[in-house]
């Protein structure tokens, strides 16, 4: 009897530790099997339409040249991860308006509204001296500010660079991240580093040291390491979605990495800050600026499957 009771407890002891590696294997797994960032992103676009869109760089140069509301929005479709492209959505882009033809003179280049679209900050190239001066135009006031820097050369914003109450400004000065208080024109240097954008909940700024991904607080406490490329070249900002859980960045590839032979290939890529679930969006080249993360009610009504494996290359 007592060699029985053994066995049995044996028995015991192995069911219960097979379970317990059972249940470590699949909370170890799930970012890559199950609950995936792409299975989110699926989940999220099957209910309400929600996708990373950015406007087209042919048709803006003509509504540039042309001052016209041409809709040139492509758009991600993340169920067969494919560019589409969206009728009828530039208001995500800009106000309707809304056209550079009203403001003789002032012929900017990129751009970034603020959330109310009232206010657009924008570059202004002076192609004799190379150096690019920072703007902010005003609908309501119908004027146009000009950020005060001194000689630096390399200025920029990205597509979410304002704070979500629309009174602060994150840009980049000559690899200095810096943050404007547009009411007062005073500014601070948050950090060292390239492309800075604004998290939708304003409790973040993320930027770009080489391949390294970093966030800082807008008062500039609580920097931390986000995560670092290891896979070709880093060549984008963050574009953090609505709920500021999830990010998408852009990374160019070399021939050996699966990129074109005889180009660069920018390969758009999504990543979930909390488990580092992380996976490419689509096989086309794409623009490394200028995303936007929209909801599009037509890409609700056709239901993809959830994806139940996301690739991390």
């Known amino acids: 009897m007592a060699m029985v009771e053994r066995v049995r407890k044996r028995r015991f002891v192995l069911w219960l530790l097979a379970l317990v590696a059972l249940g470590w294997l699949a909370i170890s797994l799930r970012p890559y099997a199950w609950g995936t960032v792409l299975s989110e992103l699926i989940q999220s676009q099957n209910e309400n339409g929600l996708t990373l869109a950015w406007v087209d760089s042919n048709s803006l140069s003509r509504a540039y040249r042309l001052h016209l509301a041409l809709d040139g929005v492509e758009a991600i479709s993340f169920g067969d991860r494919t560019v589409v492209h969206l009728q009828d959505s530039l208001q995500d882009f800009r106000p309707d308006e809304f056209s550079w033809g009203k403001y003789p003179g002032v012929l900017g280049i990129g751009g970034c509204w603020s959330h109310d679209q009232r206010k657009l900050v924008f570059h202004v190239v002076d192609h004799s001296t190379a150096f690019v001066t920072l703007k902010i135009l005003d609908l309501d006031l119908k004027k146009v500010q000009t950020i005060a820097l001194s000689g630096e050369r390399r200025r920029r914003v990205t597509s979410q660079c304002w704070s979500q109450d629309d009174q602060y400004v994150v840009y980049e000065t000559d690899g200095d991240v810096t943050v404007l208080n547009v009411q007062d024109d005073r500014s601070h240097v948050l950090a060292k580093g390239l492309e800075a954008t604004w998290s939708p ?109 996301g690739s991390r290359n």
């Open 201 to 309: 909940d304003g409790k973040w700024v993320a930027f770009r040291d080489g391949d390294t991904y970093y966030a800082i607080h807008p008062d500039g406490s609580g920097r931390k390491k986000l995560f670092h490329n290891y896979w070709g070249t880093a060549v984008s900002g963050l574009y953090w979605s609505p709920n500021s859980r999830i990010v998408a960045y852009v990374r160019e590839l070399g021939f050996l990495q699966g990129g074109a032979l005889d180009a660069e290939f920018n390969q758009l890529r999504v990543r979930r800050l909390e488990d580092g679930s992380d996976t490419w969006l689509c096989r086309d080249n794409v623009p490394w600026e200028g995303y936007r993360w929209i909801k599009n009610p037509e890409l609700a009504k056709h239901r993809s499957p959830l994806a139940t494996l």
